[in-house]
């Protein structure tokens, strides 16, 4: 048995790009690596700690309330998953001016 994930968020997942209704709250799940460092998690950005996430994750998906214990192992095990985050260098673009090409929106 699940339970649905409440939120306050207006995301429709992926159904904003296919319009069908059986994409409705259809999100890509992000890989677990690094994940100690991506917070605040899931797609609305609504929870800030590890701890918090796997404790409504084990009652969404598993309808299980988790003991302190529990959600302690799995964080732990979570963590072990944190490597170097990426040294991702971006261009230096040319400063852009009224004469710049615009671009052309799906």
């Given at each position: 048995m699940?339970?649905?994930y409440k939120t306050t968020s207006k995301a429709e997942g992926?159904?904003?790009v296919t319009g069908k209704?059986?994409?409705?709250?259809v999100f890509k799940v992000p890989t677990l690596r690094n994940i100690e460092l991506t917070y605040p998690?899931?797609?609305?950005g609504a929870v800030a700690t590890l701890e918090d996430a796997v404790k409504?994750?084990?009652k969404v998906q598993l309808d299980r309330d988790f003991d302190k214990k529990e959600i302690d192992?799995?964080?732990a095990f979570l963590k072990t998953l944190t490597g170097e985050q990426p040294d991702i260098k971006l261009p230096i673009l040319p400063p852009s001016n009224n004469s710049t090409p615009r671009p052309v929106p799906f």
């Open positions: 699940h339970h649905p992926r159904k904003a209704d059986t994409d409705l709250n998690y899931f797609h609305d409504i994750m084990g192992s799995i964080v």
